[in-house]
């Protein structure tokens, strides 16, 4: 694993978190050409941004959980998140995302212990990774 440091424009931290083990010489990335990244909203958060409390626990189990159900529908690779500003950030490659996608919609439509969101975008070329060093 890899931790990363950085800050937001208005110089809030960002703390990230990568694989970089396994996916800098991941060789198959071009069976995953779609980026999954899920954007969980924090209930606690201190002033700058980061979690507050318990937060940090309640979201890496709520990560973990939305990460073992994608596994159970669909072949994912979880790269790493992002923590800051509010948010947890988590990012996957995937080879198909239309069951990741419906899985992800009837998932949003019961409560949850935090909410999110998330987006499916074409990134063939692992550009995401790439910026992160992978």
Not at 5 to 25: E, F, H, N, S
Request: one cysteine or more.
């Amino acid at each position: 694993m890899a931790v990363l440091r950085g800050t937001t424009a208005d110089g809030k931290p960002l703390v990230g978190i990568m694989d970089a083990r396994r996916y800098r010489t991941f060789s198959d990335r071009s069976s995953f050409p779609w980026l999954l990244e899920l954007h969980i909203q924090m209930k606690a958060e201190r002033p700058d941004g980061m979690p507050a409390g318990d937060e940090l626990e309640t979201l890496n189990g709520f990560e973990d959980a939305l990460v073992a159900g994608l596994k159970r529908v669909a072949t994912i690779h979880a790269i790493g998140h992002l923590t800051g500003d509010g948010l947890r950030e988590v990012y996957c490659y995937l080879a198909e995302p239309d069951v990741v996608h419906a899985y992800l919609a009837e998932l949003r439509r019961h409560q949850q212990i935090r909410e999110f969101e998330y987006r499916i975008t074409n990134d063939p070329d692992w550009k995401l990774a790439a910026e992160w060093g992978l």
